[in-house]
């Protein structure tokens, strides 16, 4: 019920642009913890809002059967993360390396509140930074956003079957890196 009025909202703002403020009331903080787990708290506020008015400009091509605005907004958030790559990537070594210089479960999770990707440690953060980035946003949309095989394709505007190819692949390789453990267990049953 609540896409069927998301879609209503953003109709009628094609109108009545001050509706749109009902999707940014909606999605704001939801959009916003995304971002800042891709790429830190730093610069979390400024790109959730850039989200929203890329959304905001774009609203006249919405297409409701083709995605939710949950998923059309995440879409968005991704390509603006996108540009901001390099911090994320930056973030996700410096776990890597903090993990790896220090024993001391204390300075890890203190650092760790710090730096850029939240719940991501040690090797993890580095694994994932050396994911590709499509594999890595796939991972992130799955993992982070809890967003379906079909959103995810949706959100990025990719095939279903190329969001399943990308996530099997990263999983592989996530493995490798990590001894064979695989971090994203409860992802392989997250299709639906």
């Given at each position: 019920?609540?896409?069927?009025?998301?879609?209503?909202?953003?109709?009628e703002s094609?109108?009545?642009?001050?509706?749109?403020?009902?999707?940014?009331d909606?999605?704001?903080?939801?959009?916003?913890?995304?971002?800042?787990?891709?790429?830190?708290?730093?610069?979390?506020?400024?790109?959730?809002?850039?989200t929203?008015?890329?959304?905001?400009?774009?609203?006249?091509?919405?297409?409701?059967?083709?995605?939710?605005?949950?998923?059309?907004?995440?879409?968005f958030?991704?390509?603006?993360v996108?540009?901001?790559?390099?911090?994320?990537?930056?973030?996700?070594?410096a776990?890597?390396?903090?993990?790896?210089?220090?024993?001391?479960?204390?300075?890890e999770?203190?650092?760790?509140?710090?730096?850029?990707?939240?719940?991501?440690?040690?090797?993890?953060?580095?694994?994932?930074?050396?994911l590709s980035?499509?594999?890595?946003?796939v991972?992130?949309l799955?993992?982070l956003?809890?967003?379906?095989?079909?959103?995810?394709a949706?959100?990025?505007?990719?095939?279903?079957?190329?969001?399943?190819?990308?996530?099997?692949?990263?999983?592989?390789?996530?493995?490798?890196?990590?001894?064979?453990?695989?971090?994203?267990?409860?992802?392989?049953?997250?299709?639906?």
């Open positions: 019920m609540r896409a069927a009025n998301d879609a209503a909202v953003i109709r094609r109108d009545v642009p001050e509706r749109f403020g009902a999707i940014f909606a999605y704001f903080a939801e959009i916003r913890a995304y971002v800042e787990r891709r790429i830190g708290p730093e610069n979390a506020s400024d790109v959730a809002a850039e929203f008015l890329a959304a905001f400009r774009k609203r006249d091509r919405y297409e409701p059967a083709r995605a939710s605005v949950h998923t059309w907004l995440y879409g958030a991704t390509k603006l996108g540009k901001h790559r390099r911090s994320e990537v930056r973030a996700l070594r776990m890597d390396r903090i993990a790896g210089d220090f024993g001391s479960e204390e300075l999770e203190r650092i760790a509140g710090r730096i850029a990707a939240e719940g991501l440690r040690g090797r993890l953060a580095g694994a994932l930074a050396g980035a499509g594999d890595r946003d991972v992130l799955v993992a956003a809890e967003l379906s095989h079909e959103e995810v949706a959100a990025l505007d990719i095939p279903y079957g190329t969001v399943g190819s990308r996530l099997n692949r990263a999983r592989r390789k996530l493995r490798e890196v990590l001894g064979g453990t695989n971090p994203l267990l409860d992802l392989e049953e997250h299709d639906g």
